[in-house]
């Protein structure tokens, strides 16, 4: 099967037989090479050789991030990890391993150990993760529940923000189209022992299309301690803001002849206020390490979704994470710990902008405990074997109480009509009367376990092999689980809702020297209850209203390649994603997953013609994919598309860098998603310009 998967990669299209033939010519050029850094990630919690970790494990580090002149997180995984991103208006869902719609819930976003996913369906806030507190990321593809937990399904994103142990400014801003400016400024400073430093960032916009504006605002502080020169001590503090406006789906026709249209007034969007605390306190012993986390992240979301429907929704997480790792002799290391996790989520629905009358309200908690265990033994110098359990406890909470709209109103009708006295609504009553049919209170316990075992074969320091097995899972989301929104579902909470399960098949190739990298991963993951929406299950009436289910198993293959290199003034890298899937029960047998493309492809070469200035152009191509919702594939398909940005970079002086950035060189139209007839189209061409300074 990896041997098929590879040969399919290898065979995308003429552009990339052109690009192989440009890597074997690179191969053989006889000049000066770059050589690429060797680098260590944490990619099992404790530092370890990227080469010896058995997993597809993408680092992206200050350099790389620096130089991409990436607007945000998923501009930059885009084109530095190929990762596909589905995009609505207010939603930028991370897709890895062809979960389409559900995709978002099956990738873990950590940011310095703190997860960054909400516990409902909501949107992932980017916004409060500038790309200049970043240090380091690492994506790591395929199942990694037994270290990372729930919803590491598919992959985990590991954001590390930045310290530092020098003094140091950077300023950056830039302008673009579509009333686009971007300012930060973040700075630092220490000594051996301590480090403090901190920034801002603020980004307005227009928008590519009509009613779609918003604006962000964020700051960042960290500190940094040192004790007995062995054990770190590290703070971190973030809040910011965001106000969105969403611009609404298109039908096809529209789509194609007025991309920047919009199907809303402009009066549908979300105030988002967040805050974050992270502290990571590790340190090295005779036996072995040891690192606890722990974390709070705060998010207030306001939103409108036209007249007459308005809501808040106040999620609090607390993270704390303990673990250490045991050198058992020269060849054998045992890692444990536990997870505890708590999750409170608030939700008020209105019927007035002024947010005085209140149709429903909801209190919803979700408690988790996991204790894992994880062992690796060098068997030879070259062959180490890895596996590991973890246990998962849930204990998930909600109550919901729905009002009698016909009772909020004192008086029908806002204002008079018509010169006439405003009518009293005989109906009125405070407290209104509560709707025992839609609302409800419910305790729900679940357990489920996560296992892996892995081989790597180091043949020698630039190749490994490795082979590994997952059994992954995720938990339902507090949306999917029960109907609190207020919206009618055939039941208002569903404890037939399973855990998502499945087995995850990994086979891997790992080449570093020198100038050039190569990684390849062929995969298979048969889940077998995946969690969708039906929107023709029944309730007791025999009405069809829809519900979250289990579908029944579901097959993935694929795989993944990687190819850089790096010489003394020029290089490339392309990054290819191949993935089949087939839903294999239901109605929707025998057919693909929805939102779910067969390619996508990111590549790019830089050059630097002359000292100071680089010059790099980027391509990337998703392939064709049915729309969401059509899991019998009967609708068209959304078309797939090819997108080029060129970058030029001069350094002005030592500390002054400029650049100009365009984006969606050949202005292509294309839609990032679609659901239900309505397509999303993705930005035009867009063009800035911007400086950097650094002290």
């Keep these: 099967m990896g041997a098929t998967v590879i040969m399919r990669l290898l065979n995308v299209s003429a552009t990339y037989q052109i690009t192989w033939v440009l890597l074997f010519f690179a191969s053989i050029t006889a000049q000066a090479v770059e050589l690429l850094p060797e680098y260590v990630v944490r990619a099992w919690h404790f530092d370890a050789e990227n080469l010896g970790i058995p997993a597809d494990v993408t680092r992206i580090g200050r350099v790389e991030i620096d130089r991409s002149l990436a607007n945000s997180v998923p501009d930059l995984l885009a084109t530095e990890a190929n990762l596909f991103f589905s995009t609505v208006p207010g939603s930028t869902k991370v897709s890895m391993r062809g979960f389409g719609e559900g995709s978002g819930l099956c990738t873990l976003i950590l940011v310095d150990g703190q997860p960054l996913n909400p516990s409902d369906m909501g949107r992932i806030n980017w916004e409060q993760i500038p790309l200049d507190s970043i240090e380091s990321i690492e994506v790591l593809r395929g199942g990694h529940n037994v270290l990372y937990g729930d919803k590491a399904l598919s992959g985990v994103i590991k954001i590390e923000t930045r310290r530092t142990d020098e003094r140091r400014l950077n300023i950056e801003g830039r302008v673009g189209s579509f009333g686009t400016s971007q300012a930060s400024a973040s700075g630092g400073f220490g000594g051996d022992a301590w480090s403090i ?7 307005v916009s227009e928008g590519y299309r009509d009613n779609s504006a918003n604006e962000t605002r964020s700051a960042y502080l960290t500190a940094g301690r040192t004790f007995n020169g062995s054990d770190d001590l590290d703070i971190r503090i973030a809040f910011g803001k965001s106000d969105l406006t969403y611009s609404g789906g298109l039908i096809h026709e529209d789509y194609k002849s007025n991309p920047r249209a919009s199907s809303n007034l402009g009066n549908q969007g979300s105030e988002n206020q967040y805050a974050t605390a992270t502290a990571r306190w590790e340190g090295q012993r005779d036996w072995g390490s040891w690192e606890v986390l722990s974390g709070y992240d705060h998010s207030e979301i306001d939103w ?45 629905k209105y019927l007035d902008e002024a947010h005085t009358l209140v149709l429903t309200e909801a209190a919803l908690s979700e408690r988790r405990i996991s204790p894992f265990a994880f062992a690796e033994y060098e068997c030879t110098d070259r062959l180490t074997v890895s596996c590991g359990a973890r246990y998962e406890w849930v204990r998930f909470e909600v109550d919901s109480l729905s009002y009698d709209q016909s009772q909020l109103q004192p008086i029908n009708g806002a204002n008079a009509t018509n010169g006439r006295e405003p009518k009293l609504n005989p109906n009125y009553k405070n407290p209104p009367d509560i709707l025992p049919d839609k609302s409800f209170a419910e305790l729900i316990h679940q357990e489920g376990m996560a296992a892996e075992i892995s081989l790597n074969y180091r043949q020698n320091e630039n190749l490994s092999l490795w082979l590994g097995y997952d059994r992954v899972y995720r938990y339902p989301v507090c949306d999917e689980r029960a109907s609190y929104q207020g919206y009618d579902l055939a039941e208002n909470i569903n404890q037939d809702l399973d855990a998502m399960e499945g087995d995850n098949y990994e086979l891997g190739l790992k080449y570093a020297s020198g100038s050039q990298e190569f990684y390849a991963t062929a995969f298979l993951l048969l889940m077998k209850n995946e969690i969708i929406y ?29 190819y850089r290199y790096t010489a003394a003034d020029w290089g490339l890298s392309v990054r290819i994603a191949y993935l089949q899937t087939e839903q294999q029960s239901g109605v929707g047998r025998g057919y693909e997953v929805p939102l779910v493309p067969d390619f996508h492809t990111a590549s790019q070469i830089w050059w630097e013609p002359l000292t100071g200035l680089r010059l790099r152009w980027i391509h990337r191509y998703v392939g064709e994919r049915f729309a969401g919702g059509d899991f019998t594939n009967d609708e068209q398909k959304i078309d797939d598309y090819h997108l080029f940005d060129a970058h030029v970079e001069v350094d002005a002086s030592a500390n002054c860098r400029v650049f100009l950035k365009v984006d969606n060189v050949f202005d292509c139209l294309y839609a990032e998603s679609a659901y239900s007839g309505l397509y999303y189209p993705g930005d035009g061409r867009s063009i800035s310009l911007g400086m950097k300074l650094n002290f």
């Design 197 to 203: 430093s901190g920034g801002v960032f603020r980004e």
């Design 304 to 348: 409108t979704f036209g007249a007459g429907s308005y809501g808040k929704n106040v999620q609090d997480g607390f993270s704390f994470k303990p673990r250490a790792r045991l050198e058992l002799g020269e060849r054998l290391a045992f890692i444990f710990g536990y997870d505890l996790l708590y999750d409170q989520l608030d939700f008020t």
């Design 534 to 562: 039906d929107s023709m299950v029944w309730n007791a009436a025999l009405i069809p209203q829809g519900l979250n289910i289990n579908l029944g198993p579901v097959r993935r293959t694929g795989g993944d390649l990687s």
